[in-house]
């Protein structure tokens, strides 16, 4: 990737030279020891922000969690696929099924996080419908003690199709949130326009191999280049309860003790690295993303 002038971190108002890192976790309200794990990997950890699924089990769980809590930086992780089958652990549209009959396979269901999945979801997804989808997502997390910061995507990165994108970035003006941009094309766009995007590959901790974790997270930390990178990681407690419905959990239960333990505060102490979340984006995302977007 070329070195974007000026950097983000620049853009934000850091000095140059600044490593700063956007370290946000995904899947806030997949269930409750997601939930647990995230707010304490917050509140007793080194991340900075998370990102919620309305529609999923523990969504009204995490909720509550964000209503005691008015200060926890959070956005919405947009969602139109599922990530399981096992009973109890599925979830679909926030939107009346009725509503949104395109983003919906022959059972009535989302299409499954895979491959094959998402393929098939963005081959037949109206625009119309999307947008329905997206705004009850949306509604149901903001309101009274909810204040949300981004916009990202679930398993769909940049959203999976240029219009649906292109309708992420209109919502994110009109409700006044950041959304989450990774993929080349649109970052060029969207640097173009002066936005904050960031500066460098996005990390999904999902592509970090399992084995000696903590050693791969300490190289990646001692390489982050001066600007701005996000990583999103996935912690969860990860109890014999949830992992029948989450196929992931090993991922995530060492998400959540690289967040918590001592030596990665200490990592990014020695490598003088600058934890943000969404909140400096925010504030100059909307009123420039407002210009020149469309709506789908």
Not at 38 to 60: N, W
Not at 84 to 101: I, K, L, Q
Not at 239 to 262: K, Q
């Amino acid at each position: 990737m070329t070195r974007p002038t000026p950097l983000a971190s620049e853009l934000l108002g850091h000095p140059p030279g600044t490593r700063l890192l956007l370290l946000n976790c995904d899947d806030f309200g997949l269930n409750e020891d997601v939930n647990l794990a995230v707010v304490e990997a917050i509140e007793h950890g080194v991340a900075a922000s998370c990102s919620l699924m309305t529609g999923c089990p523990g969504s009204a769980h995490a909720l509550r969690l964000l209503r005691e809590r008015p200060g926890l930086p959070f956005g919405i992780h947009l969602t139109l696929v599922c990530d399981t089958d096992e009973p109890g652990f599925r979830w679909g549209p926030v939107a009346p099924a009725a509503a949104v009959p395109s983003l919906l396979d022959p059972a009535g269901r989302f299409f499954p996080a895979t491959p094959d999945g998402r393929t098939r979801l963005l081959a037949r997804a109206d625009a119309a419908h999307a947008e329905r989808e997206f705004r009850a997502q949306i509604e149901a997390a903001t309101g009274p003690g909810l204040h949300p910061t981004h916009l990202d995507f679930h398993c769909l990165a940049d959203a999976g199709r240029p219009d649906l994108l292109d309708l992420a970035l209109a919502l994110g003006a009109e409700y006044g949130l950041a959304v989450r941009i990774w993929l080349a094309p649109a970052l060029e766009r969207l640097r173009a326009r002066g936005l904050p995007v960031v500066d460098h590959a996005f990390l999904d901790s999902f592509a970090v191999p399992l084995d000696d974790r903590p050693a791969r997270y300490a190289r990646l930390l001692a390489a982050l280049p001066p600007g701005l990178t996000e990583w999103a990681v996935h912690p969860s407690l990860a109890t014999p309860a949830t992992r029948r419905g989450d196929g992931g959990w090993r991922v995530r239960r060492s998400d959540h003790a690289f967040l918590l333990a001592p030596r990665t505060r200490e990592l990014l102490a020695e490598h003088g690295i600058t934890v943000t979340d969404y909140r400096p984006l925010r504030a100059h995302w909307p009123r420039r993303a407002a210009r020149g977007t469309t709506r789908a």
